[in-house]
């Protein structure tokens, strides 16, 4: 009788179980369909830094849905803005948009969200938003100057952000000098381990 317990508490598992796998499946499709678009980008971008060749050493961590967060959005009503240092010395001029706070595997994290001058008043690029952070695994796993994720304004609902680490991309400085990419602030410094996104460029 026992035994039979067990096995009917097995069998009545099964099926979330399978529901579980067939939703991290689809959620690691999701990703790798994501990252062969993010390549194909560089073939067509004019000023990308990588040949087709190059894209191959493109590395990635495995997807891992766990780096997948909700995110709570506090707008920031910045008026004046400020510099952004860049790895070429250009200074760029952006907005602090507002903060979003998140628990991430037991540690809370915040991110200040950034909104560039130039690109706001840009036709199409008016709702462009950017998340520059660095995290523990720079310079052992991913790039030391940090890595980025971007958003559309359209993005935030009911206060709320949805970010996906899996997403997070190297600046084109990863790949070759001269190019003016935003160095993250300070502040937007996570003190975890973000094991998802782009590794090293792998040439």
Known sequence: MKLLKIVLVIVSLLPINSNLNAQNNLYAQSIELHRQQYKEAFISDEHSPLTKKDTAWLRFYPPNSS????????????????????????????????LVTFTLH?????????????LRTLEGMEDYLFIPFTDETNYEKSFGGGRYL??????????????????????????????????????????????????????
Not at 162 to 184: R, V
């Open 106 to 118: 037991q540690t809370l994290c915040t991110l200040y969200v950034y909104q560039s001058e130039k």
């Open 150 to 203: 971007d958003f559309k304004i359209s993005d935030i609902q009911q206060n709320q952000l949805q970010i996906d680490f899996n997403k997070c991309y190297n600046p084109y400085c990863a790949y070759k000098e001269g190019y003016s990419c935003p160095i993250p602030p300070k502040e937007n410094n996570l003190k975890i381990k973000i094991e998802a996104g782009e590794l090293l460029f792998g040439k």
């Open 67 to 98: 780096y997948l967060v909700l995110a709570q959005f506090s707008k920031i009503n910045d008026t004046i803005g400020f510099d952004m240092q860049t790895h070429n010395g250009v200074i760029k001029k952006y907005y602090v948009y507002g």
